[in-house]
């Protein structure tokens, strides 16, 4: 194989742009308004692709080991990263989220059914084009972070979010 020169490198399509996508959250209820996933979409400063690996299955004989490939795991969490405005509409969303999930004050629940929903990370090239979607199923908000406030600088405050899904697949 002969090294690598520039016609290989200029013949390599233009790069994924980390700026060009959007993590869609279908909410089933989220205060009753059918746009806080839209709004939640964009919101979205900052995700990160879904990751999964093989697990090893180990045979050690003889002084030896071999590994063969065993189930396909899904990492199963997605951290992003939301930013807040003055009315607060990020943090209560999310907290009427985890409310249906579990209501501290009525101690009481409900169903995976009701308050899980699919999300949806739609990649886009410059055109804008989707050239990727993931979709995650089942997913929640397993951890809303808690929101940083700095009274010796000139930032928005950000909300750390870790959705918890059961599996994603690609498009």
């Not at 790069?15 to 060009?20: F, Q």
């Not at 004050?105 to 009701?114: A, E, H, R």
């Not at 990727?132 to 929101?147: F, Q, V």
Request: glycine share 6%; hydrophobic share 30%.
């Amino acid at each position: 194989m002969a090294r690598s020169h520039l016609q290989d490198v200029r013949s390599i399509p233009d790069p994924l742009l980390s700026y060009n996508f959007d993590l869609i959250i279908y909410p089933k209820s989220l205060s009753g308004n059918s746009d806080a996933g839209r709004a939640l979409t964009v919101r979205c400063k900052s995700t990160s692709l879904p990751g999964s690996q093989i697990e090893p299955v180990v045979t050690a004989l003889h002084g030896t080991e071999v590994k063969h490939a065993g189930r396909r795991m899904w990492t199963k969490t997605l951290e992003c990263t939301l930013i807040e405005c003055r009315d607060m509409a990020t943090s209560n969303s999310l907290n009427d989220w985890m409310n249906l999930i579990r209501n501290p004050i009525l101690n009481t629940g409900t169903y995976k059914s009701i308050y899980s929903s699919n999300a949806e990370i739609l990649l886009y090239d410059d055109i804008p084009t989707v050239i990727k979607t993931y979709t995650l199923y089942g997913a929640w908000p397993e951890t809303i972070g808690e929101g940083s406030l700095d009274g010796s600088q000139s930032t928005g405050v950000e909300i750390p979010l870790t959705l918890s899904y059961d599996y994603y697949d690609t498009k």
